[in-house]
């Protein structure tokens, strides 16, 4: 069709087509199909991981560790230990400590509820020897709750809850302000949930904050983004990282405002709301929603990892706390600090995947949340970054679209990869210095779906008349080299190059005998159907035919192109060859009954060898063909001649074993053919890797080499006899191996064999 087209009208249509697809591409751009958001995520993730934040100092994970398991118990800890531990963080000073967890039920470790667990008779016997033991009865949720007071600086937290508890509802502690309007936008935006796994009341109302650690990762598992605001559609609670820097820059009854950004004060790269704490801005949008800016936070494990570069321990054990041994480090370690405490050991840590790394303890999010507010590191996404992908997409694919039919393909490719350069380019530089998040995927891909698209109309009309050239010669050249000549034209002229070969030959046996039964034009067509079947095998195992001679055909893998495990290939082409005669010759069986004669089968001999070749244009200048040269070549001749000798249709020389060595293959023996001095191993080719594992094959094998070891010791009494156990193993598929060895063995036992005679023999036809 695009032969009778012409030009302008080819022309408008390559114009209209691609302008369409600019369109459609534009349109698209600010698409949240799942897989445009992978491949975002990926890069945004690959750009934190080149340029992670740098630590603050000012944060400091309190450990629930395996070394404080340890020495303080199985976790949950009883509550007046962790009063001791809030005491202790408060006394060394500590400038805020909020708890990545929830205490939700009674501490059932607390004297307290002793008695409240027997039974009536033991209640009475124990309870008369403790009532005047008020210590004993301790409550346990009491003292954690009156040292949380007392601390001034502790911040509760609480998360999803069950969805039939929609009444507990977390302890709203007033701490947002916001106009009515602003109040309204993020009631109905914000991460919303409908019931709250809370603490204890007598907890929460001692803590100077309580804020929720709820989070949702993103599709893959990744959590980027988190929410700094949440509502039951009723009321808005800060997140346990609003609300730890609340109580470290404000105080346990300073307020969080939010606030919307006038458009006259509202940049040109900016947010449309804010959320203020004190002299902290945070930008967020109406979702309340925060992208986080990952680095790494290190335990002492990590230190000992240069790939992290961590220049400090952002964890410390928290047993270290109460124990008075290391007062002085932990002192160190929180004072004026904002500590988090959170769990890292197996089994009690609540796991999270970050941009930087996967499966890390969930208190590491809450830290960098509160690191980049307080330093002032966010990562934005505005509409108008949108809108820059969006201009990219059309100015860049409005450009192929007008010069690329103006320009070479190499031009075009190096116009593309500039055009990407630079998108890669300006998101890493805007990601660095502004914090942007600019997506250079989606409208890479969008160029290059323009620039593909209009190098294959561009080129269509050349592809019609090349087809036909193709198609003209592709029967007198094999696919392969044909292809190869097409993508490298220089080729057509003689020459070569050396690589390493399989090469295979296969020859009718007895064909002068089948051939005196046949008219020509059934030995012509015998001969079609017989190189047609081969012909069909090698090229589906990727082979090359390299010619024709009468009844014979030789073919070679691993040139003009390279095939992978091409030994085993071709060894594989040999079986299907070898298998592929039994239709052939059950239409010969029939028309020899038609015709009342005895039928003469076709039966091939296939010698498959590996080694290097001269493979190339060779020939004259008026004319030449794609062949190869080499020993490889004759060795591979020479095997297929010995099929007839042996009685086994495929024989392997040792190279292309080793490279198929999985497949049913024995060891046959040790040969020199005529016109070659070298001894070579050959072996004949029985099956795939289903034979090679099946239990009589396996057999055969054992009792082959056996019979080999005796033989080349000159041991032949006992060579026979192990032969005579190999021709009932082996049956059909070695009927004449067999007895062509006991002539053999006959003979020598006849001659004056040296004691070095190493059983190598000398094959005196081809």
């Not at 203020?276 to 335990?299: A, S």
């Not at 990727?542 to 001679?549: A, F, I, P, R, S």
């Not at 000159?714 to 006991?742: N, S």
């Amino acid at each position: 069709m695009f032969r009778h087209m012409k030009p302008t009208g080819w022309a408008y249509i390559h114009f209209v087509f691609l302008l369409s697809l600019l369109l459609v591409s534009v349109s698209f751009s600010d698409s949240n199909h799942p897989l445009r958001l992978e491949l975002q995520h990926a890069v945004f993730d690959q750009f934190n991981k080149m340029h992670p934040r740098k630590s603050s100092g000012q944060i400091m994970i309190a450990d629930i560790d395996e070394a404080s398991l340890e020495r303080l118990g199985q976790w949950p800890w009883p509550r007046n230990i962790m009063a001791d531990l809030i005491r202790s963080l408060t006394e060394k000073g500590a400038k805020v400590i909020a708890f990545d967890g929830v205490f939700s039920e009674p501490d059932r470790t607390s004297p307290h509820y002793f008695l409240t667990h027997l039974p009536q008779d033991q209640e009475i016997l124990f309870s008369g020897v403790l009532k005047n033991n008020n210590a004993a009865l301790s409550n346990h949720d009491a003292i954690f709750a009156d040292e949380i007071k007392k601390s001034k600086i502790f911040v509760t937290a609480f998360t999803y809850g069950r969805q039939d508890r929609t009444n507990n509802k977390p302890r709203h502690k007033n701490r947002i302000l916001a106009r009515s309007d602003v109040k309204d936008v993020f009631l109905s935006r914000a991460s919303r949930f409908g019931a709250a796994a809370i603490n204890l009341p007598i907890l929460s109302k001692s803590a100077a904050g309580n804020g929720s650690f709820m989070a949702k990762p993103d599709a893959d598992g990744v959590l980027r983004r988190i929410g700094m605001v949440f509502t039951d559609k009723e009321k808005l609670y800060p997140s346990l990282s609003l609300e730890a820097l609340r109580v470290a820059y404000l105080g346990r009854k300073g307020t969080v405002r939010l606030a919307a950004v006038p458009h006259s004060k509202r940049g040109a790269i900016d947010t449309n709301y804010r959320i203020l704490i004190g002299d902290k801005v945070i930008p967020v949008e109406d979702d309340g929603v925060l992208y986080v800016r990952y680095r790494h936070f290190c335990n002492a494990q990590d230190m000992k990892n240069p790939a992290l570069a961590c220049s400090s321990q952002d964890y410390i054990s928290a047993y270290k706390f109460l124990d008075p041994a290391y007062a002085q480090e932990a002192t160190q370690a929180v004072a004026g600090k904002i500590i988090l405490l959170g769990a890292s050991a197996e089994g009690v840590k609540d796991l999270r995947s970050t941009a930087l790394r996967p499966f890390r303890p969930g208190v590491e999010v809450h830290a960098n949340v509160i690191e980049q507010i307080m330093t002032g590191e966010y990562l934005l996404r505005p509409s108008i970054t949108k809108g820059v992908e969006a201009s990219f997409i059309f100015v860049a694919g409005l450009l192929f679209i007008i010069f690329a039919s103006f320009i070479g393909v190499i031009v075009s490719v190096i116009l593309y990869l500039a055009i990407i350069g630079l998108a890669a380019f300006g998101a890493y530089y805007v990601y660095i210095n502004y914090g942007l998040l600019v997506d250079p995927v989606y409208p890479s891909l969008s160029v290059l779906i323009i620039f593909i698209s209009s190098t294959v109309l561009s080129y269509a009309r050349a592809e019609v008349r090349r087809k036909q050239i193709r198609n003209a010669f592709g029967m007198y050249v094999a696919p392969a080299v044909m292809r190869d000549l097409e993508q490298n034209p220089e080729k057509l002229t003689l020459g070569g190059e050396n690589r390493e070969l399989t090469v295979l030959f296969t020859d009718i046996r007895r064909f002068t005998a089948i051939s005196e039964g046949l008219s020509p034009e059934e030995l012509i067509e015998l001969i079609n159907e017989f190189l047609t079947s081969m012909t069909d095998i090698v090229m589906d195992y990727e082979g090359t035919v390299d010619k024709y001679m009468g009844d014979a055909m030789m073919t070679f893998w691993n040139a003009p192109k390279d095939v992978e495990n091409h030994e085993r290939a071709a060894c594989l082409a040999a079986l299907q060859m070898d298998s592929a005669l039994a239709p052939i010759n059950k239409r010969l069986v029939k028309r020899a009954k038609e015709l009342g004669k005895e039928p003469l089968l076709l039966a091939a001999g296939i010698g498959i060898n590996t080694g290097p070749c001269a493979v190339g244009n060779m020939g004259s200048k008026q004319r030449f063909a794609y062949s190869a040269l080499g020993d490889a070549v004759n060795l591979s001749s020479r095997l297929e001649g010995q099929t007839k000798y042996y009685g086994i249709n495929i024989l392997v020389g040792e190279s292309t074993f080793k490279k198929a060595s999985d497949l049913a293959m024995i060891e046959l023996d040790l040969i020199q053919v005529v016109g070659r001095e070298g001894i070579v191993r050959i072996y004949g080719l029985f099956g795939d890797e289903m034979m090679a594992q099946d239990a009589v094959f396996l057999e055969w094998k054992a009792l082959h080499g056996e019979m080999l070891e005796h033989y080349r010791a000159q041991d032949f009494d006992k060579a026979e006899r192990v032969m005579t156990l190999c021709e009932e193993v082996a049956g059909a598929q070695a009927q004449r191996l067999y007895p062509m060895y006991q002539e053999r063995i006959e003979t020598l036992k006849q001659l004056p064999l040296p004691d070095d005679w190493d059983g190598v023999f000398v094959a005196e036809g081809k």
